[in-house]
């Protein structure tokens, strides 16, 4: 493999999927480099964390940008002043518009707590739960110029327990999330990720998981 692909990581909270994509890097699990990561928020616990691990960290303020636009472009300089690759969007809570996109095109991943296309938007973990789903899960994906539409590159999928409550079934969610994002990442670290319109397809892993199907409640025998 040639140079670790360079990574950005825009954030506007706790950050707890950043953490897990800055240990998969410490644990060697992801051929990846962190050079920066920018949050909208002042007070991001996700900024603490990087500094933490000795990365460049950085609050882009977005009230004297007087439009989105200029906001988008505020970001899209700091991330080419990182040498950034590949985005990475975790639980940052702006949307992103097309010169943005653009700018990144296939370069933007997000993650998301639903299996989309089901539930996308906010509050998602109780909209699958008073919806009756008998599962949810998270979807890692490329970002296009629409809200939690591009490309699917990665889902994992978490059954919904009768005991479960908004935040027991968040709670079941993230710790998937912590395993597909550093995943998604390797998998275009290493080059085996193609986009053909809006399929995704991962290279030489096509036999993995062929007869996979989980049913709930369980057919029992
Ligand atoms: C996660 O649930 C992610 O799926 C969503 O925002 C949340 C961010 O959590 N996009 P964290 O800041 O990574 O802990």
């Given at each position: 493999m040639g140079e670790r692909v360079t990574v950005g990581v825009l954030v506007s909270g706790r950050g707890s999927n950043l953490q897990s994509i800055i240990d998969a890097v410490e644990e060697g699990r992801l051929d990846a480099r962190v050079t920066v990561v920018l949050s909208d928020r002042e007070d991001a616990f996700g900024l603490e964390r990087a500094k933490k691990h000795g990365i460049a960290a950085a609050w882009v303020d977005?009230?004297?940008?007087?439009s989105r636009e200029e906001y988008d472009r505020a970001l899209v300089v700091r991330l080419r002043e990182a040498d950034v690759e590949l985005v990475v969007l975790a639980g940052f809570m702006r949307i992103l518009g097309p010169p943005f996109v653009k700018s990144f095109k296939n370069r933007i991943m997000n993650i998301h707590?639903?299996?989309?296309?089901?539930?996308?938007?906010?509050?998602v973990q109780a909209k699958a739960l008073e919806h009756g789903a008998r599962f949810s899960g998270c979807t890692v994906h490329f970002v296009d110029?629409?809200?939690?539409?591009?490309?699917?590159i990665i889902q994992a999928c978490v059954p919904v327990l009768d005991g479960d409550t908004e935040e027991s079934l968040s709670e079941r969610i993230l710790r998937q999330e912590h395993r597909i994002y550093p995943r998604a990442i390797q998998l275009y670290a290493e080059g085996r990720i193609k986009i053909k319109g809006r399929r995704v397809f991962v290279e030489r892993?096509?036999?993995?998981?062929?007869r996979a199907s989980l049913i709930n409640p369980p057919l029992g025998r």
């Open positions: 977005p009230s004297p940008c007087g707590p639903a299996l989309l296309p089901s539930f996308p938007g906010l509050h110029a629409g809200v939690d539409t591009g490309p699917i892993s096509g036999d993995e998981n062929d």
